[in-house]
């Protein structure tokens, strides 16, 4: 059973990993080398810690969502060249139970196991082994993926409604919906071939 958030991150990332991971960031300060965020993403996986610290991450007031027990807000994640990457930062309520706490770290092992794809959300990190639990994950302007398709239907006029299925009419191109669809089926196939590795190991 876990007790605490700290006891997680020890049990998913052992020393020798951690150390890996930090030995990759001081030799990358060393050469001063800039890249891009997505390309920062992909290296951040790699033999890394996902505990960072606290004082790397910046959450700003604009809030960006929310559940049942916790809070979405946007947040900066300050890189090793000192550029932001942004963030939307998890947090949970004042009012959360152990539950929702337990509930959003097992989302933060989810998201470890899932790993790096460009059609998933990545994990940024978490700050766990002080109040407040937070986890970061890459940012996507566009917001949800659901909302965004919400918000493009093409409203149909009482009259015109059929008791019987009709199809949804998107204010959005074919060619963007196409895309949509072959983005979702990468990002699943993905899921899949996690799980059937998965599978394998036992």
């Not at 700290?6 to 020393?15: I, S």
């Not at 960006?64 to 916790?70: A, I, K």
């Not at 978490?126 to 986890?135: D, N, R």
């Not at 699943?188 to 998965?198: D, G, R, T």
């Amino acid at each position: 059973m876990l007790d605490t958030a700290g006891d997680t991150l020890a049990h998913l990332m052992g020393d020798q990993s951690a150390s890996r991971f930090q030995e990759r960031s001081q030799s990358m300060e060393d050469d001063h080398e800039v890249v891009d965020n997505e390309t920062y993403l992909i290296e951040m996986e790699i033999d890394r810690n996902w505990q960072i610290p606290r004082e790397k991450l910046e959450i700003t007031g604009e809030k960006l969502g929310g559940g049942e027990f916790g809070i979405v807000y946007k947040g900066f994640y300050l890189r090793r060249d000192d550029s932001k990457l942004p963030v939307a930062v998890k947090t949970l309520r004042d009012s959360s139970k152990q539950a929702d706490r337990l509930a959003l770290i097992s989302e933060m092992e989810t998201l470890i196991w899932v790993g790096r794809h460009p059609n998933i959300v990545t994990l940024v990190g978490a700050c766990t082994f002080e109040e407040p639990l937070c986890v970061a994950v890459e940012f996507v302007p566009g917001g949800s993926l659901d909302k965004l398709l919400r918000k493009s239907r093409v409203q149909r006029c009482r009259e015109q409604e059929q008791p019987s299925y009709a199809n949804i009419r998107s204010r959005l191109t074919e060619r963007q919906l196409l895309r949509i669809a072959s983005d979702i089926a990468n990002g699943m196939q993905h899921l899949e071939s996690k799980l059937a590795s998965h599978t394998l190991t036992y």
